[in-house]
């Protein structure tokens, strides 16, 4: 089992910054994929961005490319996303996930983000 917790939401103005921590315990792996993915009212969960435990390689999701970075700490088994640049439209619920390309079974409780105008 792996428990993953996430930490660092909040209320911001626009064009501000946030940084999202998600530490991993228990089953952990050097393999495997974390993710960040978030949730707006009324919509459906989202992709936005992943890196490989491995060898760090990342991707994004278009919509947050040159805004978001997604960094991990091997030693601490966290996994960071930081936000800059944000705006109303990144309000949501921010979950993180860990698990394969494609296959994410394990998922952190949520932490909101929520931009104002």
């Known amino acids: 089992q792996v428990q993953l917790v996430e930490s660092g939401g909040g209320l911001v103005q626009a064009g501000g910054s946030l940084r999202l921590s998600c530490a991993a315990s228990g089953r952990t792996f050097r393999s495997g994929i974390m993710a960040w993915f978030r949730q707006a009212p009324g919509k459906e969960r989202e992709f936005v961005a992943r890196?490989?435990?491995?060898?760090?390689?990342?991707y994004y999701t278009d919509s947050v490319k040159g805004r978001f970075t997604i960094s991990r700490d091997n030693a601490k088994n966290t996994v960071y996303l930081q936000m800059n640049s944000l705006k109303p439209e990144d309000t949501a619920v921010y979950y993180c996930?860990?698990?394969?390309?494609?296959?994410?079974?394990?998922w952190g409780q949520g932490t909101q983000v929520t931009v104002s105008s």
């Open positions: 890196i490989s435990w491995s060898t760090g390689n990342t």
């Open positions: 996930a860990a698990g394969q390309l494609g296959s994410y079974p394990y």
